[in-house]
């Protein structure tokens, strides 16, 4: 078994072997072809999230491949069958059956590694917000992997979608929108009200901060609600409370991780929903770039400098 280590916080990651585990009676293991990639791995790596896990650690959360074998309990599994699961960036893993989802075949296994934590993350964030049929939605970082899964899940939901980003290369991968803003060279809050004919937007969606947030704010319409799901810009926003009283508006803090952390069952539920609606067609994840395993500091360090379009994966 090959995983990717953190030994050392701020040092590159390194590829150590093992060998590999072998299920218990309950449990599936999994040759993994695709570990999903996400910004919070990065900032774990150079000790800049809120979570410092002890070291040496290996960083990662959702992993797709194929099955491998199963315990002597397992009976609705068999080997080749395509999964997706929990786990840090490994090329073999043991994981409990409860924890297995087949992946449906609408989706590449590169897509599927990919959808857990963004989607997740958007679909308890929408449901908090109440997003609705025919509501605006002005998405920060729109070319992202979050931003990707916030327009996707919106346009699921039949809401229309301003995408924001900070080049016009960006927008162009952002897919069919209502709008595109490049905030590096126009204002948001004048754009946003431009679109909308002056009514303002339902719902911000702001994994960036920094100095981006105070003009989205002021873009929403009355009683719009401003989603805080992240800093990828590197620094906390100072927002200005009165125009939170202005209009009625509501700032709501999305941190998924602990809500499913403390809400496993209904984050199964949730991922269930989500793969129900794969398989429909009712959203469709992009395709991730791809990065080996020795490539992983490369990939962790285009995460951190925003290199990363969309979404990204490691192949063992």
Not at 132 to 146: C, R
């Amino acid at each position: 078994m090959k995983s990717v280590v953190c030994t050392a916080i701020g040092k590159p990651v390194e590829i150590q072997t093992s060998t590999d585990p072998t299920p218990g009676p309950a449990d599936v293991l999994v040759h993994v072809t695709a570990c999903g990639l996400n910004y919070v791995d990065a900032l774990m790596c150079t000790g800049g999230y809120q979570i410092k896990p002890e070291l040496p650690f290996t960083p990662g959360s959702e992993l797709a491949g194929t099955v491998a074998a199963i315990g002597e309990d397992v009976d609705d599994l068999k080997s080749g069958d395509r999964v997706l699961t929990r786990g840090g960036f490994v090329s073999v893993v043991v994981r409990p059956r409860s924890s297995i989802y087949p992946i449906p075949n609408t989706l590449t296994e590169g897509q599927a590694a990919t959808l857990w934590q963004s989607y997740s993350t958007m679909l308890y964030a929408y449901t908090r917000a109440d997003l609705s049929d025919g509501e605006t939605v002005l998405v920060l970082g729109a070319s992202g992997g979050i931003g990707k899964a916030a327009i996707d899940l919106a346009h699921s939901r039949g809401a229309r979608v301003i995408a924001a980003a900070s080049s016009d290369d960006r927008l162009r991968t952002c897919g069919e929108v209502f709008g595109r803003i490049n905030y590096d060279v126009e204002d948001v809050k004048v754009r946003a009200r431009e679109l909308t004919e002056g009514k303002g937007v339902d719902v911000v969606v702001d994994p960036v901060g920094g100095d981006r947030a105070d003009a989205a704010l002021r873009s929403l319409d009355n009683l719009g609600r401003y989603l805080v799901i992240g800093f990828a810009a590197g620094s906390i926003p100072r927002l200005p409370i009165n125009q939170i009283l202005l209009r009625n508006r509501n700032v709501l803090g999305i941190d998924w991780g602990a809500w499913s952390g403390s809400h496993s069952d209904d984050q199964e539920t949730n991922l269930r929903t989500l793969l129900n609606m794969a398989e429909r067609g009712s959203i469709a994840p992009p395709e991730p770039r791809t990065y080996s395993f020795e490539e992983a500091q490369t990939a962790l360090d285009d995460l951190m400098n925003r290199r990363v379009i969309g979404k990204a994966v490691l192949k063992p």
